[in-house]
C-alpha cells in the first residue's frame, strides 16, 4: 500500500468497571504506542442497539492516561481504506466501512443474547481463543499493573475472618443469593473497600465464573470458589489463557484442594503472576503481529 490505513476503534466510552471495554481503549493507545495511526469510535450510551454514535467532547469518555484520540466526525475515516475494529456486541456494519474486524471480547451473543452478525470477509480477533474458536488471531492481554500486585510475604501476615459473595452476571443465568455468613460483593463499593474485602477474606465464593473480580480475588490472596459455570461449561473456564488457582463448592463442602492449604495457594497464585508477566512482555509483539495479519487478510 502506498499509504498505511488507519485504524478506528468502535467503542464503549471508558468504564474502569469493564474489562472488555478497558480492552478496546488500551488496544487503541498500544496501536498508536507502536507507530500505527489509531482512532476511538465512541458508541452512544443512549443507544441499546449498539449502532449510533457520538462525537468527542474535550477528554470526556476516554482515560487520559491512554493516547486514545477520539473521532470527532464519522467523515474522517476513509470507508475504503481504513481498517473498523468492532466489539462482538455490534451487529452488522454500521459505520458502512469495507475492512472490518470484529474484536471477541466475549463469546458471541453472551452480553446482548443475539448472535453476532458478521460479513464473509470480516477479520475475527478473540481475545481468549474459548470466544471463537475460529478466529484468525488471538489477542490477548492481563491489565494488571503488576507493581500493584500485593507480595507474598504480605499476605501471609494478613488475617483472613471474612468470607465473600459475588453474583454479578450469574443473575443472567439462573438464581443466585448470597452465601451464609458471607459479604455480599455487589453493592457499589470504592476501590479501597474492595481492597480492604478481598485481603480479609479467606473465600470468594462466585456466581460469575468468567469476570475481573476471580483475578482480583486472587491476587489479593483471596481463594475463588465457583459454584457454577454458566453460560459456559468446565471445559471452558479451565482453558483460559491465564490458570486461575480456584476451586469448586464440591472442593470446599469436602475441604478439598486449598481449603487447608493456604502455602499451595500461595504457590499456584506466583505461577499466575508469571504468567501474566510473561503475556505482557510479549504484548507489543502481538500487536505487530496482529497488524500484519490484518493487512495481508485485507490488502
Given at each position: 500500500?502506498?499509504?498505511?490505513?488507519?485504524?478506528?476503534?468502535?467503542?464503549?466510552?471508558?468504564?474502569?468497571?469493564?474489562?472488555?471495554?478497558?480492552?478496546?481503549?488500551?488496544?487503541?493507545?498500544?496501536?498508536?504506542?507502536?507507530?500505527?495511526?489509531?482512532?476511538?469510535?465512541?458508541?452512544?450510551?443512549?443507544?441499546?442497539?449498539?449502532?449510533?454514535?457520538?462525537?468527542?467532547?474535550?477528554?470526556?469518555?476516554?482515560?487520559?492516561?491512554?493516547?486514545?484520540?477520539?473521532?470527532?466526525?464519522?467523515?474522517?475515516?476513509?470507508?475504503?481504506?481504513?481498517?473498523?475494529?468492532?466489539?462482538?456486541i455490534i451487529q452488522g456494519n454500521p459505520l458502512e466501512g469495507k475492512n472490518i474486524a470484529r474484536y471477541f471480547l466475549n463469546r458471541s451473543g453472551f452480553i446482548?443474547?443475539?448472535?453476532?452478525?458478521?460479513?464473509?470477509?470480516?477479520?475475527?480477533?478473540?481475545?481468549?481463543?474459548?470466544?471463537?474458536?475460529?478466529?484468525?488471531?488471538?489477542?490477548?492481554?492481563?491489565?494488571?499493573?503488576?507493581?500493584?500486585?500485593?507480595?507474598?510475604?504480605?499476605?501471609?501476615?494478613?488475617?483472613?475472618?471474612?468470607?465473600?459473595?459475588?453474583?454479578?452476571?450469574?443473575?443472567?443465568?439462573?438464581?443466585?443469593?448470597?452465601?451464609?455468613?458471607?459479604?455480599?460483593?455487589?453493592?457499589?463499593?470504592?476501590?479501597?473497600?474492595?481492597?480492604?474485602?478481598?485481603?480479609?477474606?479467606?473465600?470468594?465464593?462466585?456466581?460469575?465464573?468468567?469476570?475481573?473480580?476471580?483475578?482480583?480475588?486472587?491476587?489479593?490472596?483471596?481463594?475463588?470458589?465457583?459454584?457454577?459455570?454458566?453460560?459456559?461449561?468446565?471445559?471452558?473456564?479451565?482453558?483460559?489463557?491465564?490458570?486461575?488457582?480456584?476451586?469448586?463448592?464440591?472442593?470446599?463442602?469436602?475441604?478439598?484442594?486449598?481449603?487447608?492449604?493456604?502455602?499451595?495457594?500461595?504457590?499456584?497464585?506466583?505461577?499466575?503472576?508469571?504468567?501474566?508477566?510473561?503475556?505482557?512482555?510479549?504484548?507489543?509483539?502481538?500487536?505487530?503481529?496482529?497488524?500484519?495479519?490484518?493487512?495481508?487478510?485485507?490488502?
Amino acid at each position: 500500500m502506498n499509504t498505511f490505513p488507519h485504524f478506528f476503534i468502535a467503542t464503549p466510552i471508558f468504564n474502569e468497571g469493564s474489562d472488555g471495554v478497558k480492552m478496546l481503549h488500551f488496544l487503541c493507545h498500544s496501536l498508536n504506542k507502536i507507530g500505527i495511526p489509531s482512532s476511538l469510535v465512541l458508541m452512544d450510551p443512549r443507544d441499546p442497539t449498539n449502532k449510533a454514535f457520538i462525537a468527542a467532547i474535550g477528554d470526556q469518555g476516554i482515560n487520559q492516561d491512554l493516547m486514545t484520540p477520539v473521532v470527532k466526525f464519522i467523515n474522517e475515516i476513509d470507508l475504503e481504506k481504513d481498517v473498523i475494529i468492532y466489539p462482538e456486541i455490534i451487529q452488522g456494519n454500521p459505520l458502512e466501512g469495507k475492512n472490518i474486524a470484529r474484536y471477541f471480547l466475549n463469546r458471541s451473543g453472551f452480553i446482548t443474547g443475539n448472535p453476532t452478525l458478521m460479513g464473509e470477509n470480516d477479520f475475527i480477533l478473540t481475545y481468549q481463543k474459548i470466544f471463537n474458536l475460529t478466529s484468525h488471531f488471538n489477542l490477548y492481554y492481563p491489565m494488571q499493573d503488576v507493581n500493584q500486585i500485593p507480595s507474598r510475604e504480605y499476605l501471609e501476615k494478613l488475617d483472613r475472618p471474612l468470607s465473600l459473595t459475588y453474583i454479578g452476571k450469574g443473575i443472567k443465568y439462573g438464581n443466585c443469593e448470597r452465601i451464609s455468613k458471607t459479604i455480599g460483593l455487589d453493592w457499589k463499593k470504592s476501590k479501597e473497600e474492595y481492597i480492604l474485602l478481598l485481603e480479609h477474606s479467606k473465600f470468594m465464593f462466585t456466581w460469575d465464573p468468567m469476570t475481573g473480580v476471580v483475578f482480583d480475588s486472587i491476587i489479593r490472596g483471596c481463594i475463588p470458589v465457583y459454584l457454577v459455570y454458566k453460560p459456559w461449561i468446565e471445559e471452558d473456564i479451565f482453558s483460559q489463557e491465564l490458570v486461575f488457582p480456584r476451586m469448586t463448592a464440591m472442593d470446599f463442602d469436602n475441604k478439598k484442594k486449598f481449603f487447608n492449604d493456604y502455602e499451595f495457594f500461595l504457590d499456584e497464585r506466583e505461577k499466575m503472576i508469571n504468567q501474566v508477566i510473561n503475556f505482557q512482555n510479549k504484548w507489543d509483539e502481538q500487536v505487530h503481529s496482529f497488524v500484519e495479519k490484518v493487512l495481508k487478510h485485507f490488502y
